[in-house]
């Protein structure tokens, strides 16, 4: 199933918590009695993992807590926006985040590889990510540098990344 916040089910086209439960599904953690408690709620496996409904299937957007930015009332897919940016021809790489902002709640924010010697400003990227996303999807800050930063296993380390952005305003 897929459910919003309060556990209450959704439209096909509104992003919700995948929630699965079935003699499949593990029943507890083996002597972690907080850990089972917050991970199920009235039998369903909370996976964390964020999805709409199309065609009859689950599109993944991304994981509630790392993937999914809250930003003037809407849940925007970071992984979307990502996949967006990596089609522009002077971005290599791009990892999206949801920075902490008063009126918006999450600001997005891009931190990017570039192909060598090619500037990209904020304003041109805006510009030019306006003609594929939604505007409140739209990076509203942005950073270059020279590679992502990952973990042992080669993933991207979203929490660095947010790091990152503290030093830039």
Not at 62 to 71: E, F, P
Not at 78 to 84: D, F, M, N, P
Not at 108 to 127: F, I, W
Request: net charge negative.
């Amino acid at each position: 199933r897929r459910v919003d916040e309060s556990g209450q089910a959704l439209a096909d086209d509104v992003p919700g918590e995948i929630q699965v439960r079935g003699p499949g599904v593990f029943h507890e953690y083996w002597r972690k009695p907080t850990a089972t408690e917050q991970a199920f709620t009235q039998g369903w496996f909370k996976t964390g993992d964020v999805a709409v409904v199309e065609d009859g299937s689950y599109r993944i957007l991304g994981r509630n807590s790392v993937d999914i930015i809250k930003t003037g009332g809407y849940k925007v897919s970071a992984l979307e926006i990502e996949e967006v940016l990596r089609e522009h021809e002077q971005i290599l790489e791009a990892a999206v985040v949801g920075l902490p902002d008063q009126q918006w709640g999450e600001r997005v924010a891009a931190c990017l590889v570039l192909q060598d010697d090619q500037p990209l400003t904020l304003k041109t990227l805006r510009t030019w990510s306006k003609e594929r996303l939604a505007v409140y999807k739209v990076p509203s800050i942005m950073l270059a540098v020279e590679a992502l930063p990952r973990n042992v296993m080669g993933k991207v380390e979203k929490p660095a990344i947010k790091e990152l952005f503290s030093s830039v305003d």
